[in-house]
């Protein structure tokens, strides 16, 4: 007798572990989904999580380089930029992002908190051999983000956050080019 597999195709040569994995692009998240997580944080105290999430949002940035950046990136003159430019580890190419009053207030809290130097990482990891927070551990923390407003964790990631901006400004203005520039891509695919 013929075995029938009733999984799809995408999953049906996956170990049983990955199979509940979706594939493809993450959807970025909604206006309304971006004020739920960010009234959380506000609400918890989350100090850090508010700088990195709103850090994040404005920047559209890859976690890579998120999770990288000093606070040198990101102050001059002891206060934190309306915009600010790096070099991307994926491309080597700079890109510059604005950082809006939120975001600015968010992340001097937080660097005056835990009083950072203009050399030091702006998100520290924990782990004293590494410098700074992993992209594994920024992940976890999306997780716990997107589940905390009612999401499916399983359907969005770091990627969403970097694509949050950047589709709202599609939306708005339908400029494909305008879009790849703020996201650094060297294709317009």
Same mark, same amino acid.
């Given at each position: 007798?013929p075995?029938?597999?009733l999984?799809?195709?995408?999953?049906?040569n996956?170990?049983?572990?990955q199979?509940?994995r979706?594939?493809?692009?993450k959807?970025?998240?909604?206006?309304k989904?971006?004020?739920?997580?960010?009234?959380?944080?506000?609400i918890h105290?989350?100090?850090r999580?508010?700088?990195?999430f709103?850090?994040?949002?404005?920047?559209?940035?890859?976690?890579?380089?998120l999770?990288?950046?000093?606070?040198?990136?990101v102050v001059?003159?002891?206060?934190v930029?309306?915009r600010a430019?790096?070099?991307?580890?994926?491309t080597?190419?700079?890109?510059?992002?604005?950082?809006?009053?939120?975001?600015?207030e968010a992340?001097?809290?937080?660097i005056?908190?835990?009083?950072?130097?203009m050399?030091?990482?702006?998100?520290?990891?924990?782990?004293?051999?590494?410098?700074?927070l992993?992209?594994?551990?920024y992940?976890?923390?999306v997780?716990?983000?997107?589940?905390?407003i009612?999401l499916?964790?399983?359907k969005?990631? =770091?990627?969403s *956050? @970097?694509r949050?901006?950047?589709? $709202?400004?599609?939306? #708005? =203005?339908?400029n *494909? @080019?305008?879009v790849?520039?703020? $996201?650094?891509?060297? #294709?317009?695919d």
């Amino acid at each position: 007798m013929p075995e029938f597999n009733l999984l799809p195709d995408k999953t049906r040569n996956l170990a049983p572990h990955q199979r509940h994995r979706l594939t493809g692009q993450k959807p970025p998240l909604k206006p309304k989904e971006v004020w739920a997580i960010r009234i959380r944080l506000q609400i918890h105290e989350h100090i850090r999580d508010l700088a990195l999430f709103n850090l994040a949002i404005d920047s559209k940035l890859r976690s890579c380089d998120l999770v990288a950046l000093k606070v040198s990136d990101v102050v001059t003159g002891g206060s934190v930029r309306e915009r600010a430019i790096i070099v991307q580890q994926k491309t080597g190419r700079p890109v510059q992002f604005e950082l809006t009053e939120q975001t600015r207030e968010a992340v001097h809290t937080w660097i005056e908190q835990r009083s950072l130097d203009m050399g030091t990482h702006l998100f520290p990891s924990r782990v004293h051999d590494h410098p700074h927070l992993s992209t594994r551990q920024y992940a976890r923390i999306v997780n716990q983000w997107v589940a905390s407003i009612g999401l499916d964790p399983h359907k969005y990631g =770091t990627h969403s *956050l @970097r694509r949050t901006k950047a589709a $709202l400004i599609y939306k #708005k =203005t339908g400029n *494909l @080019r305008a879009v790849q520039l703020l $996201l650094g891509h060297t #294709k317009l695919d």
